[in-house]
T-cell receptor, first 114, second 114 residues
């Protein structure tokens, strides 16, 4: 079936450390993947995306890795800061060029300890 | 600030009632998406409109309907409300017709059904 799930519901890291948030997806037809950050009381905020024809993409302090062989997506945050504390969602898009729907995972709560 | 606006911010109503949630997309964006976020279901895609026309449908109940107007703002109508409809409702917008990667989310409307 169609589902996107996260391996860990919570993640606690020390300030300055690197964080890795993982996500498994089930639909091999998905052609676009996005990571969102959601702070308490706010809407999801776009972080980074990656197309299925790529295996890595870097942004500012963030890197997304895509392993299509095992249907795995990860978000790496370098030098994690207290402001990074939030819930992180991965999402997949089916049929990017055909108006496909966005499927979100359940989310991982990242807690950064000072 | 994503540029997507939603009103009202909070809505409290009774079972059986009908409510309308409003969304204004970012300037220039033609696509509007609606999502429901509840504690037990996570973020669920409801429906997408592109330039006034329905483009994709997700887990939207028959009691719910949406439309996008010529000025591109969108409304989500929820009728015969049940306790289980209590949730956060988010609107997102993007500039592309497909399941575009960069969807920008509004602050959400928190609906409480008593």
């Amino acid at each position: 079936g169609e589902s996107v799930g996260l391996h860990l519901p919570t993640l606690s890291v020390q300030e300055g450390d690197n964080s890795i948030i993982n996500c498994a997806y089930s639909n091999s037809a998905s052609d676009y993947f996005i990571w969102y950050k959601q702070e308490s009381g706010k809407g999801p905020q776009f972080i980074i995306d990656i197309r299925s024809n790529m295996d890595k993409r870097q942004g500012q302090r963030v890197t997304v890795l895509l392993n299509k062989t095992v249907k795995h997506l990860s978000l790496q945050i370098a030098a994690t800061q207290p402001g990074d504390s939030a819930v992180y969602f991965c999402a997949e898009i089916l049929g990017y060029n055909q108006g496909g729907k966005l499927i979100f995972g359940q989310g991982t709560e990242l807690s950064v300890k000072p | 600030d994503s540029g997507v606006t939603q009103t009202p911010k909070h809505l409290i109503t009774a079972t059986g009632q009908r409510v309308t949630l409003r969304c204004s997309p970012r300037s220039g964006d033609l696509s509007v998406y609606w999502y429901q976020q509840s504690l037990d279901q996570g973020l669920q895609f409801l429906i997408q409109y592109y330039n006034g026309e329905e483009r994709a449908k997700g887990n939207i109940l028959e009691r719910f309907s949406a439309q996008q107007f010529p000025d591109l703002h969108s409304e989500l109508n929820l009728s015969s409300l049940e306790l289980g409809d209590s949730a956060l409702y988010f609107c997102a917008s993007s500039s592309y017709s497909g399941g575009a990667p960069t969807q920008y989310f509004g602050p959400g409307t928190r609906l409480t059904v008593l």
